[in-house]
């Protein structure tokens, strides 16, 4: 968890030029008002990944486990059936405790500081309109930067390699690179030892062993799902996330490959707001690609939407604390802090796939 900062807030002096109280109510006041506006505008402009995620987020109670999960082998037809003979004899094949496990995963809360100072606060008894847009303004850039950090988080791995022993690094969310892996990455996953249990990684697919020629990139998507199928007996996840100049690769594979009318195109978002662009996705085998700048070019994530989960805990999803005094500190300011809390996870880690060394344009 996040160390949060503690502010000790003793009486004001008598002496100060303003009420204290009076502005500290004012900022707060006009901070509430203003951030459900500045939430919904930077939510347009999340990255594809990140803005997947929080359409479905829930938000559970905290716990000391906040997420406790029993988990079990995938599906294996052939190890679960019994027999029956001539006689009658009825065989019933024993079921292995041992692939039964309880996946457990820890909150993190991340936290991002906001201040105003008190010449801001002088000027703003002049004009009320410069108050309103100085507060938006600073709520705009601090909302950003959580939100961009808590995005790359998202992504990132967790597990830290450098710590003796490696452990994971408790004020890091858990990242797509966690979820989706063979234990390259992330050896155990909550809880869970990949290595003992290999039922509990995703389906890892490396592209240069499937035979693809150069101008032929979108096979190697047709040939990792059909893999996936045949291996795992179950149909593939659908919903793809790759970086620009991946995404760019496929799709001039497509055109010059295919008929260019057999090419399906599909409108993911429109970021509007600070970044005017239109990002586009490509469908093949019927997996939706949406670009994602966080994502490592050379590697493509076919998600399960429904085997994924970012989860809030409760009283910490965009929370703004209230704002205090740092006048006792010294500083003529008040300041307040975003919380933002919760856990990336999934509950099948075989539903995914992740298809690596996939030729990319550079950009």
């Known amino acids: 968890m996040a160390n949060l900062p503690t502010i000790e807030v003793g009486p004001v002096p008598s002496s100060f030029p303003i009420d ?3 502005q500290q109510t004012l900022v707060e006041t006009i901070a509430r008002q203003t951030s459900p506006a500045v939430v919904y505008h930077q939510y347009q ?38 027999t029956l003979d001539f006689a009658g004899n009825v065989t019933i094949p024993a079921v292995d405790v041992g692939e039964y496990q309880w996946a457990r995963y820890q909150p993190v809360i991340k936290d991002i500081g906001i201040t105003f100072s008190e010449p801001q606060i002088k000027l703003w008894k002049e004009s009320p309109y410069r108050m309103i847009d100085d507060i938006k303004k600073q709520l705009m850039d601090t909302y950003k930067a959580l939100f961009d950090t808590v ?5 990132t791995s967790g597990y830290d390699a450098t710590l003796t022993p490696p452990a994971w690094n ?54 990792a799902a059909a893999k996936y199928q045949k291996t795992i007996k179950e149909p593939h996840p659908t919903l ?20 260019t009318e057999r090419v399906q195109y599909t409108t993911s978002y429109d970021q509007i707001a600070s970044r005017e662009a239109e990002t586009t996705g490509i469908k093949i085998a019927d997996v939706v690609f949406l670009v994602d700048p966080n994502i490592d070019e ?32 010294g500083k003529f300011a008040f300041a307040s802090w975003l919380l933002f809390g919760g856990q990336l996870y999934s509950q099948s880690p075989y539903r995914h796939i992740k298809i690596t060394n996939v030729p990319y344009v550079t950009l």
């Open 298 to 329: 050379g590697t493509i994530y076919i998600l399960d939407p429904e085997a994924i989960q970012f989860d809030f805990i409760e009283g910490y999803d965009v929370e703004m604390r209230p704002f205090v005094s740092l006048e006792p500190v």
């Open 240 to 259: 793809a996330f790759c970086n620009f100049g991946t995404f760019e690769k496929l799709a001039a594979s497509m055109l010059a490959t295919l008929p």
């Open 170 to 223: 408790n004020t890091k969310f858990l990242g797509l690179q966690d979820v989706v892996d063979d234990g390259t990455t992330a050896p155990d996953f909550g809880g869970i030892d990949r290595s003992t249990y290999t039922w509990w990684s995703a389906f890892v697919v490396d592209a240069t062993t499937l035979g693809v020629a150069a101008g032929s990139e979108y096979l190697i998507v047709r040939y």
């Open 20 to 22: 204290v109280a009076q």
């Open 45 to 82: 402009t999340f990255r594809p990944f990140f803005k997947f995620l929080m359409a479905k987020a829930k938000v559970r109670e905290w716990a000391a486990n906040f997420l406790e999960i029993p988990v079990t082998v995938p599906k294996d037809y052939s190890a679960r059936v019994g």
């Open 151 to 155: 995005s790359e988080n998202l992504y």
